[in-house]
Each structure stands twice: as structure tokens, then as C-alpha cells.
């Protein structure tokens, strides 16, 4: 059987999270040095908008270029600016800039959002 080599994967700007184990326990069991946790971002701004918008919200659209990786013990945090709204087709429709920081304040995933809402009537 052949020996798994200490591949660390280099993403372009864009590319999907690796299929890979993303934390550092799945890393060693690849025998791969370093791990990059590319696969958080998403889920953190995911969970974010689920937060704010509630649970009769629809996301429709999600979408965040990965552009630093975050490693072991960083700290995420999303935020986000409505910079659109409209009804189309009887929806109500949200328009979000979205990123995710790190603890230093870095901008490590900024993206763009797309939240259907409830009317308040």
C-alpha cells in the first residue's frame, strides 16, 4: 500500500473547500503537516445569516471568495450590510454584502448574500 504523502493543498482564489479533513486531527491522520481550515468560513457566514434573518428566512444565494487562510485557534466572526432591498415576484428580497473576519480584523472571506423574508403584515 503506498505511503500517503504530506500533500498540503494551495487553493486558487474561488475553489470549493477541500474534500479533505479540515481540523488538525484529520490532518495528522493524512500524515499532512499543516491544515489549512478553509472549510469554516462558510458555515460560520451561513449560521450568521440564519441568525439574523430567522427561521422562516429563505438564503437563496451565498457566495464568498476564500482569500486567507485560517488556521488552528483563529477566531471568526461575520458581518454583514444590507445594501439592497426589493420585492420581486411577491418576495421579499434582501441584498447582502457578508464577510467573515479574522481576530485580526482581516477581511478573510467577503462575499455577497441573497435573504427572501417574511413580510411583517
Do not use: Y
Amino acid at each position: 500500500m503506498p505511503r500517503a504523502s504530506s500533500l498540503q493543498v494551495r487553493p486558487e482564489p474561488g475553489d470549493p473547500p477541500p474534500a479533505e479533513p479540515s481540523d488538525w486531527r484529520g490532518g495528522r491522520l493524512c500524515r499532512r503537516t499543516r491544515t489549512a481550515r478553509w472549510g469554516w468560513k462558510a458555515p460560520a457566514a451561513l449560521n450568521a445569516l440564519r441568525d439574523w434573518a430567522g427561521d422562516e428566512a429563505e438564503i437563496r444565494e451565498l457566495g464568498l471568495q476564500f482569500r486567507v487562510i485560517n488556521h488552528k485557534h483563529d477566531v471568526l466572526r461575520t458581518t454583514g450590510v444590507v445594501t439592497d432591498k426589493k420585492q420581486e415576484n411577491g418576495e421579499n428580497l434582501v441584498m447582502l454584502d457578508i464577510n467573515v473576519l479574522n481576530q485580526k480584523d482581516e477581511m478573510t472571506a467577503p462575499g455577497r448574500a441573497v435573504v427572501v423574508l417574511l413580510s411583517r403584515g
